[in-house]
């Protein structure tokens, strides 16, 4: 498969490798850093991407999935090491949100973190909508 224009795959996964990916990034990204319930938590760093910018490589007997609230978002954990490396989010249910910090190189990234208010979602989700889809 091709690279998309001005894009590069990226591999990443969990901790233990069983879980693998690769998302089409451009050199310099901007990521999310909410502070939701679970968020805030786990300290997931949201890079949100369209559908076909995202492939999953290796792991899908390996991951188990959790879901609350209004059961959209599907969080996606290693059942061996636990680590969320990416998951379906409730404001991108289009597309994927994968964990900065679950690159295999993020060194090779220009990442710009910018704070998210995941707490007061009904104010902000809306914010993340236009991650999911291309860019035209």
Request: net charge negative.
């Amino acid at each position: 498969m091709t690279e998309p224009a001005g894009m590069t795959w990226r591999t990443g996964g969990c901790h233990c490798r069983a879980v693998r990916f690769e998302v089409a990034l451009p050199k310099a990204v901007d990521a999310q850093d909410c502070n939701c319930s679970i968020c805030g938590m786990i300290g997931f760093i949201h890079l949100i991407v369209p559908e076909n910018r995202f492939r999953l490589l290796a792991g899908a007997e390996a991951l188990t999935t959790y879901s609350f609230n209004t059961g959209v978002a599907q969080h996606l954990f290693c059942a061996a090491c636990g680590v969320k490396s990416f998951y379906r989010p409730r404001s991108n249910p289009d597309g994927w949100s994968v964990n900065a910090r679950c690159l295999d190189d993020i060194e090779a990234l220009n990442i710009t973190v910018t704070p998210f208010d995941g707490r007061n979602w009904e104010s902000h989700g809306d914010d993340l909508a236009h991650l999911s889809k291309e860019s035209s």
